[in-house]
Nanobody
Framework: QVQLVESGGGLVQAGGSLRLSCAAS??????????MGWYRQAPGKQRDLVAT???????NYADSVKGRFTISRDNAKNTVYLQMNSLKPEDTAVYYC?????????WGQGTQVTVSS
């Protein structure tokens, strides 16, 4: 059974940093992981893209996080990371790990990130 387990959320002051991690388990073929990444959902809003990393290494970021967030991946551990710097109150949301594996989408349970002003 494929599962995504996130960690690293929490409460931080504006200007601070957090690092999110997401480990995928139940992976049979690492070459079938087409993309991994992060989305976020603030209260009363839709779930939006934050950043993704494709199998070929191509990165994609939301304009609102460019220059502040960095996505990376450890293929040996089937883990994706999101380093978040210069956090703003508007970054407050539940952050969801995402993976497209064998042309199916998988989601983590979400981790809360709260940025106080």
């Amino acid at each position: 059974q494929v599962q995504l387990v996130e960690s690293g959320g929490g409460l931080v002051q504006a200007g601070g940093s957090l690092r999110l991690s997401c480990a995928a388990s139940g992976i049979i073929s690492v070459f079938s992981i087409n993309a991994m990444g992060w989305y976020r959902q603030a209260p009363g809003k839709q779930r939006d893209l934050v950043a993704t990393i494709a199998r070929d290494g191509i990165l994609n970021y939301a304009d609102s996080v460019k220059g502040r967030f960095t996505i990376s991946r450890d293929n040996a551990k089937n883990t994706v990371y999101l380093q978040m710097n210069s956090l703003k109150p508007e970054d407050t949301a539940v952050y969801y790990c995402y993976m497209n594996y064998m042309v199916r989408d998988y989601w983590g349970q979400g981790t809360q990130v709260t940025v106080s002003s």
